[in-house]
């Protein structure tokens, strides 16, 4: 059979009539010969999420948004239709969830499979559960929002700060200030100087700095070296000797007190302290009687004189002050 120009020029224009609805099907992210599954899911909002936005699994595409609708005129929350290759099953349990994979790229939605009644997977035509994600630009914006406030308390109170500042700094604090600091300057002028003077201090006297240390040295030596002699001395035996001594010096005491030995007996008898007190005024009766009449006991007659005969001296005799 013969095909005529007609039946050619009508073949072509349904080809391509079938292309450009392929092709313009394909742009808009739809295969028409590829088999989906469509679902719903209602949000409250989409924010900015388009048509042919990528669905994906784990970072794996496995379709797209097919469109975006409003569920009514009163809520105005959006119902968004996806579509997902046939190939691949989600469980009923499944969330749809709205994220942003950077700074630039737009909006997505990424399927989180149910953990719940996985087994059972979701046929086209059901609404599956929504949930939105807080991208990195919403994540910020809420790490700044608490910054931001806490940088307008700090301006704040700068502020006032410095209107404090500028209303206790008048002329005359300021000039108080400012003599302040010109005094400060000259006691570090002052205090260089000392430094200075104390320094030609120590370089003229090095020498004698010298000397004095050396001789500290060799005391420290000397030091050193008696309390090695002292140690190397039997302080114990020393100690015990004089513990000895002690214990006999402390016996001759109590040997004193209980009138033991010959000064104990002198220090405790009262009849040799009285034998004493008689015998010391008997020595002083007769001393007074020899200086009264001491021809009494010395006899020098050279003419046979006789003696006066003897007078006992009185008992008491009381020497008169002519005597």
């Known amino acids: 059979m013969k095909l005529t120009k007609e039946i ?15 092709g313009y099907s394909f742009l808009k992210g739809t295969d028409i010969l590829t088999d989906y599954s469509t679902f719903y899911v209602e949000y409250d909002d989409v924010e900015g999420l ?16 097919k469109s975006i609708t409003f569920k009514d005129k009163v809520t105005w929350k959006p119902i968004v239709e996806i579509q997902i290759h046939g190939k691949y099953t989600i469980p009923k349990s499944s969330t749809a969830l709205i994220y942003e994979p950077g700074l630039i790229g737009g909006k997505m939605i990424q399927i989180v499979p149910g953990t719940e009644n996985s087994s059972i997977a979701a046929v086209s035509g059901d609404y599956l559960k929504g949930d939105i994600k807080s991208g990195l630009t919403a994540l910020v914006s809420e790490k700044l929002e608490p910054l931001k406030e ?21 002329d005359k604090t300021k000039q108080n200030i400012k003599s302040s600091i010109a005094k400060l300057n000259e006691t570090l002028t002052e205090f260089s100087q000392a430094s200075k003077s104390v320094n030609g201090m120590l370089a003229e006297n090095r020498t004698k700095i010298n000397s004095s240390l050396t001789n500290f040295e060799k005391t420290s030596e000397n030091l ?12 114990k035996q020393t100690a015990q000797k004089l513990e000895h001594t002690l214990a006999n010096v402390d016996k001759i005491i109590t040997d004193l007190e209980n ?19 008689e015998a010391s005024k008997e020595l002083e009766l007769l001393l007074e009687d020899l200086r009264l009449n001491p021809t009494r006991y010395i006899n020098v007659s050279l003419f046979g004189k ?13 020497p008169t002050k002519n005597e």
């Open 224 to 235: 050193a070296k008696m309390s090695d002699s002292l140690a190397a001395v039997n302080i």
């Open 150 to 170: 806490k940088i307008e308390k700090v301006m704040l109170s700068t502020d006032v700060l410095l209107n404090n500042l500028n209303e206790t700094l008048d």
């Open 306 to 318: 006789k003696n006066k005969a003897y007078v006992a001296p009185e008992t008491e005799v009381t």
């Open 50 to 65: 388009v048509n042919s936005a990528p669905v994906t699994i784990n970072g794996h595409v496995i379709g797209q948004v």
């Open 8 to 22: 050619k020029t009508a073949i072509l224009v349904i080809t391509s009539i079938l292309l450009f609805i392929w």
């Open 259 to 277: 009138g033991n030995g010959s000064m104990g007996k002198l220090l405790k008898d009262d009849k040799l302290y009285t034998n004493f007190t």
